[in-house]
């Protein structure tokens, strides 16, 4: 027998707009709100008596402001100014050609309004709480601001905003909530361990996060799952959702719906509107909309509420059959029984689709005999038993599914904000629990409360939408400015009595704050310091082993274990690995792992950038309990996080560029390679000095970025020694000799060439075994040329190698093929000569320096598939030459290239910056 359930779930939120003075534009976000969604809402729900199906989250900065008294005196007003422009609108209603039925209908809406509020004596809040208590709606809450809470930077930060959302419905509810809305879905592993911790039992995440899951459940995302930490986590059915919010096929776009952007404020007269709109002069949305949406023309036909009425009927049945249809499909799915559960924003029905309480009732109603529904807690009560645990990793309900609504260019200034007060309120912390004041204690509570209203999502939403960005930025950098004043004011022995109650009667949001996440003493890692005088240097560096993306992660490797056993203290800052651990000391070098705000980011530019914030955030850490000197950033990956660490720890910033976007791309950029190439310009101007690998890598840079000359230091890279055998030097004449190649499968290692250049030799392509290590976007590609060319049983794509694994490869080959169109350096030819392989490369960028043609090695013009062609016929013929040009490139290679050499001419560097540090760090 097939069986499903279905529930709704409804947000409702606003970010806490009450502003001691009147009038401000932002505080009719909420008079609008409950207009058009709360008081409809619970209207519709109420008349459909159905029990067991609906449940509405309410956010603290909403459930604060619905109580507040001088909100709802606000808020007659706001009502008796639209009810006085609707009796206006009676009188004219000839000469604006206004309907006596559309008039009727406002006249109908607004006396339900103000019945609805004389029932309630202006307690919206209490209607809510009536329903829930009732069983015909189930209520929990959210986090005290609403904040993006994987971006806090502590646990206490996290465990605050989580205690306060509980106390503040425990306030207004009398009981504690069984679930919790995490704001914008957004959910990881320490959310996850808070929630347990404070005996929350169930929250919801958007559907791809059990898909992702590990290992993925087995009803897939049919039926909720059990966290890591034994909260049960409720999925977006995203089909049935997208059925109502999709602006391209949802309900909402139905052309008999009432249009939301036109408004009688902005069609009438201003003489003749002025009295209802803003004191200064402003016009603004006044609730009566007289067109429907028609569809895509400029002239709007007017609305017809009987005709939308019947629609939002329409849809409900459409809605319905929708339910029944994934049923049939995936009803059989036992044991749980499958679970469709829907969230939306409550805002969604009434303020941008007028029609959804409406909608909303009918679905009630209409399904009683048809559909099963549930709510979360009824669904957990049946099923607790038969769900599944699994690992969820961060995911969210925004845009791609991850964090970069949050966390992108036009936001991503705001974290460092609030990420430096929650610092200080972790340093007051210690000093506060055992030996505060009451006074002190209302001075540290108004700091918390100014820290949480600055994390609001509000604000980073509202910045990447461009809506507000304004009143956003404005309500940010005014929370910081009260918060440093009162800091400032308390150590200074000049903060008053009087100036602390302005403080928090300016914002009286969380007036008996309860939460105690702050008052627990934190420890921090003890890392075992060097004791010696030399440097402490801190190299950034987004890829380090085991991870090996490229030559990068090798070089700091490597410089890192040589200037270790020159006697620096070096601590590496890298990304997080799965199974490595978060800190450890490996051969002197002190490793830093840290995890990336974005973990699963669908795009690399949204990882790199979490990755970056919380770099500076671990550095910051660090710099608490052990001296910093310098930091060494290697390449604009991590740009960012260094640029910022210099000026928070005002300490010198060392650059080296391992390659530049230009040069990979031969200067023709788009506009994200454009985009990469201001922060590569950037971290150069930042940087004391800029270190290079090669003579041509320094043109690049002042030619192409006008970096200048003086600046710049060649270091060139140096290669691991390797002990080749007699054997390795020796190439008998024989049938076939193996070449190998390794590197990043892109388009600017060549690798295309070579498969050219052996499709030119044809009739003696057999001559040669070719191996070919790494990975890369353009490995598809490079197999289909390999089909076209016929080389199947020529070439071998291996996949990719460690370096010790290529090293191995490389002394069974008997040349190695760098055939690169760009090469800052070219350390894969260098590692090559230093196991005494023949070596034949582009004369290209740092191979042109390294390479000394037909003495350490072969040059072909970059791209020259028939040179590169010919030089491998006369090695097949000439195999004495192979031996030769292998020993030469190896004594060569390994008497000027070797990290022990790099390591001093970098320490020198490091002198230098050092003994000028006190003068600038620039």
């Given amino acids: 027998m097939k069986e499903g359930y279905y529930s709704l779930v409804l947000h409702a939120h606003l970010p806490y707009v009450r502003h001691e003075e009147d009038h401000r534009l932002e505080q009719n976000w909420l008079f609008e709100a ?26 603290p900065p909403l459930m604060e402001m619905l109580a507040d008294s001088l909100l709802k005196k606000r808020y007659l007003n706001y009502l008796k100014n639209t009810e006085k422009l609707l009796k206006k609108e009676q009188r004219f209603k000839k000469q604006h050609n206004v309907t006596d039925q559309l008039l009727d209908f406002y006249r109908k809406r607004y006396a339900l309004i103000r019945d609805f509020i004389k029932k309630w004596e202006g307690n919206i809040l209490d209607a809510f709480v009536d329903l829930h208590q009732r069983g015909i709606i189930t209520c929990i809450t959210s986090s005290a601001t609403h904040t993006f809470l994987p971006y806090l930077m502590s646990e206490e930060g996290v465990r605050l905003q989580i205690q306060e959302g509980i106390y503040c419905f425990e306030k207004y509810f009398g009981s504690r909530p069984g679930g919790f809305w995490v704001p914008e879905c957004a959910f990881n592993e320490r959310v996850d361990k808070i929630l347990a911790e404070e005996g929350i039992r169930y929250t919801f995440v958007d559907e791809h996060a059990l898909l992702s899951a590990r290992p993925i459940p087995d009803k897939r995302s049919g039926a909720p799952v059990f966290s890591q930490y034994g909260v049960a986590l409720f999925p977006r059915h995203t089909v049935l959702s997208a059925q109502v919010w999709s602006s391209t096929d949802g309900y909402p776009g139905d052309d008999w719906y009432r249009e939301f952007y036109r408004d009688v404020a902005y069609e009438r007269e201003w003489s003749y509107i002025k009295p209802h709109m803003h004191p200064e002069g ?75 309480p409406t909608w909303i009732e009918y679905l009630l109603t209409a399904s009683v005999d048809i559909l099963k529904w549930t709510t979360p807690e009824q669904y957990l009560e049946m099923h607790h038993r038969d769900l599944q645990s699994v690992n969820i990793s961060f995911t969210t309900w925004g845009r791609d599914g991850y964090g970069s609504v949050w966390l992108n260019e036009s936001n991503s200034w705001i974290y460092p904000i609030f990420h430096q007060m929650e610092e200080t309120l972790l340093t007051l912390s210690k000093r506060f629990e055992n030996e505060a004041t009451d006074y002190e204690q209302q001075i540290f509570k108004q700091l918390l409360r100014e820290w949480m209203l600055a994390t609001s999502s509000d604000w980073a939403f509202i910045m990447d939408g461009d809506t507000a960005s304004q009143y956003a930025e404005s309500r940010l950098r005014e929370h910081k400015q009260r918060f440093e004043k009162l800091l400032t004011s308390y150590s200074t022995g000049t903060l008053s009595q009087g100036d602390l109650t302005k403080a928090q009667r300016a914002f009286p949001f969380l007036k008996e704050l309860r939460g105690s996440a702050f008052l627990h003493e934190t420890t921090l890692p003890v890392v075992k310091a060097r004791q010696n005088n030399e440097p402490v ?47 450890q000391e490996e051969g002197g070098v002190f490793v830093h792992r840290v995890q990336s705000l974005q973990p699963e980011a669908a795009s690399f530019d949204d990882w790199i950038g979490g990755l970056n914030f919380a770099m500076v955030k671990a550095a910051e850490e660090l710099a608490k309990y052990r ?34 976007e230009y040069g990979r791309n031969k200067g023709v950029l788009s506009s994200r390679q454009k985009l990469i190439q201001t922060k590569e310009l950037r971290l150069m101007q930042e940087a004391k000095r800029i270190i290079v690998c090669s003579e041509s890598m320094r ?42 190649c390794f590197g990043r499968l892109v388009p600017e290692k060549g690798f295309q060439y070579l498969l050219e250049a052996l499709h030119l030799i044809n009739d003696r392509v057999d001559g040669f075994h070719v191996s070919i290590a790494g990975e890369g976007p353009y490995k598809e590609m490079l197999l289909q040329k390999v089909q076209e060319y016929k080389l199947t049983s020529v070439v071998t794509f291996v996949g990719f190698m460690n370096p010790d694994e290529c090293l191995m490869s490389m002394q069974r080959s008997d040349i190695v093929v760098v055939p690169s169109l760009y090469e800052p350096f070219g350390l894969s030819a ?25 003495h350490t090695g072969i040059h072909v013009p970059p791209g020259d598939a028939k040179c590169l062609a010919q030089e491998l016929e006369k090695l097949l013929e000439h195999p004495e030459d192979i031996s030769r040009l292998g020993q030469k490139a190896k004594a060569y290679a390994n008497e000027t290239f070797n990290w022990k050499r790099t390591a001093e001419l970098t320490s020198v560097e490091l002198t230098n910056i050092l003994t000028t540090k006190s003068l600038s760090v620039n």
């Fill in 34 to 59: 409950i207009t058009e969604s709360y008081i409809p809402l619970l209207d519709a729900i109420d008349r459909s008596n159905v029990t067991q199906a609906v449940t509405i989250s309410l956010s």
């Fill in 282 to 356: 402003i016009r603004l949305d006044t609730g009566l909309k007289f067109n429907r949406i028609t569809g895509s023309q400029e002239k709007k036909d007017h609305y017809e509420p009987k005709i939308a009425n019947h629609r939002a009927k329409e849809h409900a049945d459409h809605f319905i059959h929708k339910i029944v249809e994934q049923i049939e499909n995936f009803g059989d799915q036992s044991f749980p029984p499958y679970l469709m559960m829907t969230p939306f924003d409550a805002e969604l029905f009434g303020h941008w689709w007028f029609e959804g």
């Fill in 537 to 583: 240097i801190l190299m950034l560096s987004w890829e380090y082993p085991p991870v090996i993306a490229g030559g990068l992660s090798i070089h700091v490797y490597e410089l890192a274990q040589a200037l270790s056993k020159k006697g620096y203290e070096v601590h590496v800052l890298t990304s997080h690995v799965s199974g490595q651990p978060d800190y």
């Fill in 627 to 660: 001296r910093i000197d310098v930091i060494h950033a290697h390449d604009w990956l991590v740009g960012v996080a260094a640029i910022g660490l210099k000026h928070k720890l005002s300490l010198p910033l060392l650059a080296t560029i391992h390659a530049t």
């Fill in 699 to 740: 043109k690049e840079l002042t030619h192409y970025y006008l970096i200048s000359k003086v600046k710049i230091l060649i270091i060139p890279n140096a290669s691991r020694l390797v002990q080749s055998t007699d054997d390795t030097n020796k190439v008998e004449k024989r049938k076939e000799l193996d070449v190998f």
């Fill in 830 to 854: 260098l590692e090559a000569m230093s196991a005494g392989k023949a070596v034949i490369a582009s004369k290209v960028g740092g191979l042109e320096e390294l390479i000394s043609h037909h």
